[in-house]
Nanobody, 123 residues
Framework: QLQASGGGLVQAGGSLRLSCAASGRTFSTYGMGWFRQAPGKEREFVAAISWTGGTTYYADSVKGRFTISRDNAKNTVYLQMNSLKPEDTADYYC??????????????????WGQGTQVTVSS
């Protein structure tokens, strides 16, 4: 089970930090990802982090502004979002890979999803 939190309303240029607490699997052996879905659009990849935290991937649209991290002692993954833009407005979902010890950027590789947390960036 994944529980996401931290969304909200922020002005352009502002920051938010999303958190996602996991339970039910050995968190430290699974890659984690963040995805987002804006109204009328398909779900898209935002960032992913390996089970150790040593490798990260980012979508080009967020590279340099967002940072994914994890704390395996707390079974939690984070997404620090800085310099937010109106086009970042979406529901953000954390997800856990369906297989251990790998890192994926396609949502098809993830089978455990959080409930989504809404991020709204005003101009």
């Amino acid at each position: 089970q994944l529980q996401a939190s931290g969304g909200g309303l922020v002005q352009a240029g502002g920051s938010l930090r999303l958190s996602c607490a996991a339970s039910g699997r050995t968190f430290s052996t699974y890659g984690m990802g963040w995805f987002r879905q804006a109204p009328g659009k398909e779900r898209e990849f935002v960032a992913a982090i390996s089970w150790t935290g040593g490798t990260t991937y980012y979508a080009d649209s967020v590279k340099g502004r967002f940072t994914i991290s994890r704390d395996n002692a707390k079974n939690t993954v984070y997404l620090q979002m800085n310099s937010l833009k109106p086009e970042d407005t979406a529901d953000y979902y954390c997800a856990m890979d369906q297989a251990p010890l790998r890192l994926a950027t396609t949502p098809l590789r993830y089978d455990l999803w959080g409930q989504g947390t809404q991020v709204t960036v005003s101009s």
